[in-house]
Structures are given as C-alpha cells and as structure tokens.
C-alpha cells in the first residue's frame, strides 16, 4: 500500500486499535489467532463448547484437539495449546 | 404538485429551459474546485456547468450557454458564509492533504446526524494546518470549509504536530486535552511518516510483544541470530525467562526448561501458559 491513501492509514490505524478477544491455537504443529466473536463463544464457555468450536472454525475433527488444555488469561484471552510434559 | 397530478414530461423540461435561460443572465455563487465542473441547482434539479477558469475557490459565476459558465469574480467571505450558513455544520479534524486534497476525521463520534465511519475530503480549506479541529458545512455531498474552531486550544494541534515532527509513536504521545479523534489522526499520519519500511522494522517487535501481551505477558528485549532465530527476553507475573524462537512464526526452538523435547509443540504465545503451569507446580 501507499502512504499516501487516507482511507487506507484510516484502515490501518483502526484496526490497530480494536480490542477484539482472541483465542490463541496452538495445536498440530500450527498457530491461528481466532476472534472470540467468530466462534462464538466467550470466556466463560466450557472447554468442551470451545474445541467444538475450534474443530468447526479450522475444519479438524474435536478428536484432533485431544489431549491440548485451555488457558484462560486475565485479560480475557483463551490460549488452545498442546499439554507440557515437564522433565 | 399534489399526488393526483400526473407527471408532464414537457412541462418539466420547458420549466429546465427557462430556468436556465434565466440563469444565464444571472451572476450566481458557486465552489470552483480545479478540474471539476460546477455544480447548480436550477427549479430543484442539481445541473453541472463546464467552466474554463485557473481560479479555485469560492466565485461568482455567469452561465454563457448551455452546459458552460464563465468565472466573474471571487466571492466576498460575506456572501460565502451566507451561503454556507444554508447547511449544517460539522467539526473536523484535519488530517493532511494527500494528492492535493485535505483530509479529514469527524472531530466527534457521538454526532447523531452524521455517522462517519472513514476519513473525508474537505473542499477548499483556507489557512489550517495538520490537527486543527475546524468547522465545515455539509451540502449533502461534500464538505466545505469554513473556518479554524476558535473554541478549541490551539496547544493541542500543536503539539501534536511537534510529535510528529519528532516521530513519536502514538503510544508515547503525550498531549494533555487531545481527544479520541485527534490521536487518531495523529495515527494515520505517524503511520504515513514510518511507512512500510519501518513498520516492516517494527513488525518482528509488534508480532513478538502482541503474541505476548495475548497471554498477558511483557516483552523486556529480543535479538536476532543467524538462521531465522531469536532469542526473546520477556516476564510472565513477575519472572524472567529467556527462549529461543523462529522468527518467522514464533514457534518456540529451546523454551529453556525441558519440556521432553517437546519444545516444538509450542509457539511463544502457548509457552506463556507453560510458565505459569511449570511455577504454580513447583519445578
């Protein structure tokens, strides 16, 4: 783009400053920041309500999202993410 | 016209002629902006007029023949706020002229007449400059300039535009008084100012600290190495920790704490998590 287009810095500098919720994905060797809002759910959904949502969104079956666990941050974000085996 | 009375082509269009033949004699007020036709209104229909003129600005023009209207003379700012005083007002923030032609954001958002989701044209902006909170008129199509607001502090335009000027970013900004709008034109332009070539700078540090901030936690510093590598230092609820990551996606290379080799199962955003869980167990 050009920084010279009004409409696009208008674009740009909004976007910037949305405050949408998101769901980090981090499962199957891959990353995806999803908006609460586009899978609607929020942060108080169960565990369960938010894989379903997840497999439908990244059209994966629930079945591939075993074994991962969900963070829920002060902020209001979620984190989807494999389980951490220590040692 | 009541609702009975059947539309009569003919009439309407011999009304047209004789209007416009009456115009024609007629020195009427008009915006002449460059390379653009005059647009008037005639027995309620909006007409556009060809015209040959250098001049830009508010004039007072004469139509010669059909379709055509020749320049006069300027108008009096008199005639012109009179003229403007017919549409309702608006105040804008002005942004910057971009190809010639001034931007502008809503200095409002909470104007229930008009919603105004994108930036928009000023016409014929007098004496202002970047930041200035101005009042413009809107005809229905288009807005027109009319004067700086003498109510709003000057101090804040100004600096504003002093941050510019220094490059500041819009986090760091510091304008006491500046309002949502304002700072937001100061964001399109500090956006305008970096370009890609800095953003493209800053992307590595705004990708690594937003995939941070997501799980809440805060970027301290990272570097770069050979091979697409980086080592990022960040703080989650109080701790230090140091990992390894690809640049190109942030998936973690050495977390810093075994993970039974798992390290690659996780991206920087999803080792937050890991942290909190590894300390609240007690490793």
């Not at chain 2, 930041?131 to 700086?148: L, M, Q």
């Given at each position: 783009m050009t920084n010279n287009d009004a409409r696009q810095l208008y674009d740009r500098a909004t976007n910037t400053e949305q405050n949408q919720l998101v769901l980090h994905v981090r499962a199957m060797g891959r990353s995806r920041d999803i908006s609460l809002d586009a899978l609607d759910i929020n942060p108080s959904s169960t565990d369960e309500v938010i894989r379903q949502a997840v497999a439908r969104f990244m059209d994966v079956s629930e079945a591939e999202l075993r074994g991962t666990i969900i963070e829920r941050h002060e902020n209001g974000n979620l984190t989807l993410r494999p389980e951490a085996v220590f040692g | 016209m009541s609702r009975d009375e059947k539309l009569d082509p003919l009439a309407i269009i011999s009304k047209l002629a004789a209007a416009e033949q009456e115009l024609k004699c007629k020195v009427f007020l008009a915006p002449v902006l460059k390379n653009a036709r005059v647009r008037v209104r005639i027995a309620g229909i909006v007409c556009e007029l060809a015209i040959q003129t250098d001049f830009a600005g508010w004039g007072l023009l004469r139509a010669i023949n059909h379709g055509q209207a020749e320049f006069v003379e300027p108008a009096s700012p008199t005639l012109v706020g009179k003229y403007l005083s017919l549409f309702p007002r608006v105040q804008m923030v002005l942004v910057q002229q971009f190809g010639g032609q001034w931007w502008a954001v809503a200095a409002s958002t909470s104007d229930t007449r008009l919603s105004l989701s994108a930036p928009v044209p000023v016409h014929l902006v007098?004496?202002?400059?970047?930041?200035?909170?101005?009042?413009?008129?809107?005809?229905?199509?288009?807005?027109?300039?009319?004067?700086?607001?003498?109510?709003?502090?000057?101090?804040?335009?100004?600096?504003?535009?002093k941050a510019l000027a220094e490059v500041t970013k819009p986090e760091e900004l510091r304008c006491p008084g500046a309002v949502p709008q304002e700072k937001l034109a100061y964001k399109m332009l500090w956006l305008a100012k970096v370009g890609d070539v800095q953003a493209a700078v800053d992307s590595d540090q705004a990708r690594i600290s937003t995939a941070l901030q997501h799980a809440g936690a805060q970027l301290e510093s990272f570097w770069h190495h050979d091979g697409g590598e980086s080592t990022v230092r960040f703080t989650v609820d109080g701790n230090t920790h140091s990992v390894t990551i690809r640049t190109n996606d942030l998936s973690v290379m050495s977390a810093g704490i075994c993970l039974s080799g798992r390290d690659g199962d996780f991206d920087l955003t999803s080792l937050v998590s890991v942290f909190r869980e590894y300390g609240a167990d007690g490793y």
């Open positions: - | 007098g004496v202002a400059h970047s930041f200035d909170t101005v009042n413009t008129r809107f005809d229905g199509s288009a807005f027109w300039f009319e004067d700086v607001d003498r109510r709003r502090d000057p101090a804040v335009a100004g600096c504003l535009r």
